[in-house]
């Protein structure tokens, strides 16, 4: 057994994930490294999520009968638990979603239909980046198209990195809000935030920052990352599907106007108008994600338990492990930083010219799942010239025998493909 310093003490925690027992394809133990797509559920929260439906499960707020006040104590204390996960000044800063996607949709929408000094129009800008998820890409240009705002975008380096060589020219006095990732799901890259939430402020920028792949495994300040909006999800830290989070600074909240309308985000109604409720019901129209939002609760105090800084550092500890092990198989190209340093724990590459979709096909047979395609960022792969990447992902319960794992299903690969 490959023994890393900082790692967890995997063999403990992976007997929480009921799932990492399974065997497929003919008794194959399951090696999961799909972990930047979705997370696997501790029983702690699936445990949760049962104890609601069995015990707790209404409608929240208004309601004055037991199970309703139940709900929404369950309910409004995972707010409470997201905004000191994420050291959120305020709980009233934090909002529900469905997933990050809508979150980053939400963010748009307010920036379209707002007021001075807020607006977003014809005279104005929007930036991004080359290495962005579909997600924080397409209604950046949906509101482009909207408005007639001018779309810009910072490319990217040879070695998988930002180019903030032309910073001051894409970010100027007409920019008005600047929306990038904090790590590339595909790339793994760390983005410098400093310099580019400093070059934003200089301008009166508004920035928004997508978090989903860094709020499972790292800390995660809102506050010293001084954005003004971070989005991130609850399923690929631990919690069931269907829960995302919006976090933004209360003055903000509180002069943007909301993106749906309907149940619980209103003060009054009457037939001619309407007034809202203040942050964050204001944004959260309908019957939210209750059940989901208790599980991404239970994940919070199941990740707090362990520590985030110590899976960050069990993280880094295999994807130093992961880069090396992976420099060994010929042929291979990892597209991205090459070195752990500043990046996260999903790796992709290339294999000679084996499609991914074959090498991922080959290594299911295996029993060993891991992601292929464009993950949802087909600039980059238009930027590198390749039609897709295999990528293999890693999470607190992973191990150095899974990636060992990896080596030898790609060694297999090679073979089976001549």
């Known amino acids: 057994m490959t023994l890393l310093p900082g790692l967890l003490d995997t063999e403990a925690i992976r007997k929480d994930f009921p799932v990492l027992d399974r065997q497929v394809h003919d008794g ?27 015990r707790h499960n209404a409608n929240v707020h208004r309601g004055v009968h037991v199970l309703a006040e139940e709900a929404t104590a369950l309910y409004e204390g995972a707010r409470d638990k ?79 990195r930002l180019d903030l060589s032309n910073i001051d020219e894409i970010i100027t006095e007409k920019t008005k809000i600047v929306s990038f990732v904090l790590v590339s799901n595909i790339l793994g890259t760390f983005n410098p935030v400093e310099a580019i939430v400093r070059r934003a402020q200089e301008v009166g920028a508004l920035v928004c920052i997508d978090a989903s792949q860094a709020a499972p495994h790292m800390p995660l300040d809102v506050q010293a990352l001084q954005a003004d909006f971070v989005a991130f999800t609850g399923h690929k830290m631990c919690a069931p599907t269907g829960v995302g989070i919006l976090w933004g600074r209360q003055e903000l909240l509180e002069d943007l106007p909301p993106f749906l309308g309907g149940g619980e985000m209103i003060e009054t109604v009457s037939m001619h108008s309407s007034t809202y409720a203040p942050a964050p019901h204001k944004f959260e129209a309908g019957t939210p994600p209750i059940a989901q939002a208790v599980g991404l609760g239970a994940a919070i105090d199941y990740l707090n338990s362990i520590g985030m800084e110590k899976i960050a550092a069990h993280e880094h500890a295999l994807t130093e492990y992961a880069v090396k092990r992976l420099s060994e198989v010929p042929d291979l190209r ?85």
């Open 82 to 160: 997201v905004a000191e996960f994420i050291n959120a000044p305020s709980r009233d800063e934090v909002i529900f979603t469905k997933n990050a996607s809508e979150s980053l949709n939400l963010v748009a929408n307010m920036l379209g239909w707002a007021d001075e000094p807020y607006r977003v129009d014809h005279e104005t800008e929007i930036v991004i980046t080359e290495m962005e998820h579909h997600s924080n890409i397409v209604p950046w240009q949906l509101l482009s198209q909207r408005t007639g705002a001018k779309l810009k975008w910072f490319g990217l380096t040879d070695d998988g």
């Open 28 to 54: 194959k133990k399951l090696v999961y490294l799909d972990n930047a797509a979705t997370s696997q559920k501790p029983r702690q929260v699936l445990d949760a999520l049962n104890e609601y439906y069995e």
């Open 334 to 418: 990892i597209i991205g930083p090459t070195t752990a340093e500043e990046r996260g724990a999903a790796i992709s590459f290339t294999l000679g010219d084996i499609h991914p979709h074959d090498v991922g096909q080959v290594l299911d047979e295996q029993g060993i799942a891991v992601r292929v395609g464009h993950h949802c960022a087909r600039p980059v792969c238009l930027r590198y010239g390749i039609p897709a990447t295999t990528r293999a992902s890693f999470y607190l319960y992973s191990t150095p025998g899974e990636i060992d794992a990896l080596v030898e299903g790609l060694d297999y690969v090679r073979n089976f493909f001549g």
